[in-house]
């Protein structure tokens, strides 16, 4: 049983450690951060025109897919 839980601890360390996860914050290149850019402008726009129409659901939706994008686009595009 000891065994098992050293190995498990060992495991998360090994599986864990930010060496192994450097290739994921790499940025992407600059056609597909415009292209990001360009969607986030078209679902804020969108949202907009929802909610100017009071149509909240569609308008919340659209926020919230433009908020996604925009923390994708500071992830992996901004420097």
């Known amino acids: 049983m000891l065994k ?3 190995f498990l601890i060992l495991s998360n ?3 864990y450690n930010p060496i192994f996860a450097k290739d994921i914050n790499k940025k992407w290149k600059e ?3 415009m ?3 360009n969607a986030i402008i078209l679902f804020t726009k ?3 025109k929802e909610w100017k129409n009071k149509i909240e659901k569609k ?3 659209y926020a919230a897919v433009a908020a ?3 923390i994708i686009f500071n992830t992996f595009c901004t420097k």
Request: glycine share 4%; proline share 0%; hydrophobic share 45%.
């Open 4 to 6: 098992f839980f050293t």
């Open 68 to 70: 996604d994008y925009t």
């Open 35 to 37: 292209d990001l850019y």
């Open 59 to 61: 308008g919340a939706f």
């Open 31 to 33: 056609k597909d951060c």
């Open 46 to 48: 969108l949202s907009d």
């Open 13 to 15: 360390a090994f599986f």
